[in-house]
């Protein structure tokens, strides 16, 4: 919802309003989709809400294979004050998850999977999943030659780090929390990511919001710098940015050029309203305006 001068303890009135399909898997789907990539939307969606996210994504022509839960999906509102240049977050708690619902989730996700295929696990895990369950997965897709990409939080991505996925994509504060440290200087948060490279995990992507983002193995460092643009909305900034970089990865895009170029998706995609992706037309022009330097 648009509403300028959005005031706490007073009547707003909304300018404008857009419904879309979201959570941060499905924010990935639509951007591969508009950058001209390929998906397959997975998880967990129930009731009205969930029919709404399942028919969104066939008029999309967003290939998915949901579970259905009895519960339905939470609806999470996005507060923008066009301005004060704000964005408020409310979201409502997701419902439990019953052991036979995941179950189908897994059958349906190891029985699509192939070697050389890329799987993203993204989001909080909703109450009744395990901390384990994603490193569980992540242990089982690796041994069978899936690359997996892990955007989580908590104990949960302490754990699933521990799994060996191929790429995880924190924040700052989110990779100060997995390693347990504060991380004040941009020497301190590649250090961070070189220590959680070298103990199994292949790329760490530190999202810097405005500022661009670190892209960080065992071997080498880049600092890809954020561009400036009108803000229409930040919602689902970073999973634009994972969308690229796993598009490029499959695409077999040095890493340098990977790095422009999902910067210069997250800032088209910031450009948008609601988590509307961003086409090629908007992105293209951005690409040459992303300074990538190489640290080491």
């Known amino acids: 919802m648009c509403v300028p001068r959005f005031c706490v303890g007073s009547v707003n009135r909304v300018e404008e309003s857009r419904l879309d399909p979201g959570g941060k898997g499905i924010?990935?789907?639509?951007?591969?989709?508009?950058?001209?990539?390929?998906?397959?939307?997975?998880?967990?969606?129930?009731?009205?809400?969930?029919?709404?996210?399942?028919?969104?994504?066939?008029?999309?022509?967003?290939?998915?294979?949901f579970a259905f839960a009895r519960a339905e999906t939470?609806?999470?509102?996005?507060?923008?004050?066009?301005?004060?240049?704000?964005?408020?977050?409310?979201?409502?708690?997701?419902?439990?998850?019953?052991r036979t619902v995941l179950q189908e989730v897994w059958e349906k996700l190891s029985g699509l999977a192939k070697p050389?295929?890329?799987?993203?696990?993204?989001g909080k895990n909703p109450p009744g999943v395990g901390d384990s369950q994603l490193a569980e997965w992540i242990t089982q897709l690796r041994q069978n030659g899936v690359r997996v990409a892990l955007?989580?939080?908590?104990?949960?991505?302490?754990?699933?780090?521990?799994?060996?996925?191929?790429?995880?994509?924190?924040?700052?504060?989110?990779?100060?929390?997995l390693c347990e440290t504060t991380l004040p200087t941009i020497e301190d948060l590649i250090g961070a990511a070189r220590h959680v490279?070298?103990?199994?995990?292949?790329?760490?992507?530190v999202s810097l919001g405005a500022d661009g983002a670190l892209f960080v193995s065992e071997q080498w460092a880049y600092r890809a710098y954020g561009v400036e643009v009108p803000v229409g909305s930040t919602?689902?900034?970073?999973?634009?940015?994972?969308?690229?970089?796993?598009?490029?990865?499959?695409?077999?895009?040095?890493?340098?050029?990977?790095?422009?170029?999902?910067?210069?998706?997250?800032?088209?995609?910031?450009?948008?309203?609601?988590?509307?992706?961003?086409g090629l037309p908007a992105i293209e022009p951005l690409i040459a305006r992303v300074r990538v330097e190489k640290l080491s």
């Open 27 to 65: 924010n990935v789907s639509k951007v591969i989709r508009a950058i001209g990539g390929e998906s397959v939307a997975m998880g967990i969606v129930g009731g009205t809400a969930g029919e709404f996210i399942r028919d969104q994504l066939d008029q999309m022509g967003i290939r998915n294979d």
């Open 74 to 98: 939470r609806t999470n509102l996005k507060v923008v004050d066009p301005e004060k240049g704000t964005n408020t977050d409310i979201n409502e708690p997701g419902a439990p998850v019953e």
């Open 116 to 122: 050389g295929d890329t799987v993203v696990f993204a």
């Open 151 to 177: 955007d989580t939080v908590g104990t949960a991505m302490k754990i699933g780090v521990a799994a060996g996925p191929t790429i995880i994509k924190p924040n700052e504060s989110e990779l100060a929390e």
């Open 197 to 205: 490279a070298a103990n199994g995990v292949n790329y760490v992507v």
């Open 235 to 278: 919602v689902g900034a970073g999973d634009a940015m994972l969308a690229s970089i796993l598009l490029d990865l499959e695409r077999g895009r040095p890493w340098e050029e990977i790095a422009a170029r999902s910067v210069a998706v997250s800032a088209a995609n910031v450009m948008c309203s609601g988590s509307q992706p961003a």
